[in-house]
C-alpha cells in the first residue's frame, strides 16, 4: 500500500519540481545583462553586467563581482 500511496504522491509533486525549477532558472538568467558589448568596457557597461549601479562603491562591487564568480566557477559543485 506505501508504494501505491507513494506512486500516487509522485506526479504532483513532479509537476510542482518542474515548474519550481523553471521559475528559479528564468528569474536568476534574466537579472544580467544580455545587450552587446563595446571594444573596450565602459563603467556603465561593467555596472550592468554585475548589476550595480554605476555610483556603486568597491565593496558593493567587489560583492556583486564575487557572486558572479562563484556562481560561475568551473570547480561549483
Known sequence: FSGRYAFHLWKPLEQAI???AKRISTSSLSLYYKGGF???MSRREASLILGVSP???KAKIRTAHRK???LNHPDKG
Open 18 to 20: 518542474t515548474e519550481t
Open 38 to 40: 563595446e571594444q573596450k
Open 55 to 57: 555610483s556603486a562603491g
Open 68 to 70: 558572479i564568480m562563484i
